[in-house]
DNA sequence: CAAAAGGTTAACAATTTGTTAACATTAGAA
DNA sequence: TTCTAATGTTAACAAATTGTTAACCTTTTG
């Protein structure tokens, strides 16, 4: 679950990002509402977490924003207010959001709120789950099925499948196959050539195709 | 209700006790760390509110001690700090706080986010209970079942097991296990396996799998 | 306060996973 | 078709991870 916290206050960015990392959510910071719409449209995430007052874009300004883009209109709002007298000023606009929590912040009161939103939402996108075909990928379970029977597949071969399905079709050279599975370790071509033999030999159907000279890639 | 209020500040810890003995609350002081964890530890109140900053033992310290004793494992926590500014500091620490409310302080404030706090501990039992197969956990009774026979599980293995199956299916690293369960203690990753092996002999079937590599998760 | 229970760690065993080299095979250009 | 570079396969070995035990320290409880 993708959470995107928008705050000019350096410490609240962090203080928030520590606490809500710490439960689970995959959190992304912004200090400004500029920079903030920017990550929005790339990371999509879930809920978005306004601070009301900034410099340059405040948080109705990019609220609005926000909800007049296509791929941002379902996510959800929770502001951050300084003090609760500023509700009086919130109330007269018809903001989209969801929820407003005042400074100083309880962060358990806040992922509770979360947690309530969330759930209210027809929130349930597992982005961690991959299907195609026959094939079922899941990172959180970390399980792999094929024709709803389970394959164990160890944690390189987890990886690299993971990584071709993320993108079907799209060809991985052995490069970006290190960089993005082995984090650029020093291995060599044919590692990559016995893991993926293990897993098509797990997998018993042949997905990954070798796109000789190039790499390879996940297709039917 | 009993609440224990720790501040080094003479003048708070009256001003505070006079305000809430008027709400009709049992109130204990101390004025540094060392004699508020034995207060705590012979009184065992249903609130702790602690000053940040205190000499000898600061309100962290005393916090995390609070947190690593079962008998107060549950006791709510407000957290008193001088300025919001000090969000950072707070920022590094798991403190398990579950409020936290500035100087200067206003009564009222507080008395309304004790009642808030207070409310939200006797009123709602979330998901205390969770029953998967024939296991069964029940975090308010403290007791685990399997095939309705009872099963005595220490502290830490509770918490362990229920961390777990609150995600059934979920792979926790280590590093998610010592947050959750350990909070950010510095416990090495043995520790852990331990409990899980105590856990796996106590109920006698294997529900926690082994994710190599990664960690590991309740299945059946 | 002492006994019992719980928690942590180190050391080592057992197991699984990852890597490589060597060789076999294959695709595709010439 | 033939040749060659690229890929597939295998087995051996190295490295990493987890399981288990026992000792030791801490906390709780009677």
Redesign the pocket.
Known sequence: MKILIVDDEYDILEFLSYNLKKEGYEVFTAQNGIDGLKQAKKIIPDLIILDVMMPEMDGMQLCEQIKSTAKLENAFIIFLTARSEEYSELAGFSSGADDYVTKPISPKLLISRIKAILKRGNGFKDDDVISIEKLLIDKQKHIVKYDDQDI?L????FKLLYCLMTMPGKVFT?EELITKV?ND???????I??????I??KIGVNYIK???????KFNL
């Open positions: 164990v160890a944690r390189k071969e052995r082995w370790a020093y291995v060599g071509d044919r590692t050539d016995v893991h993926i033999r293990k098509r030999e070798t796109v000789k000279g190039i790499g390879y």
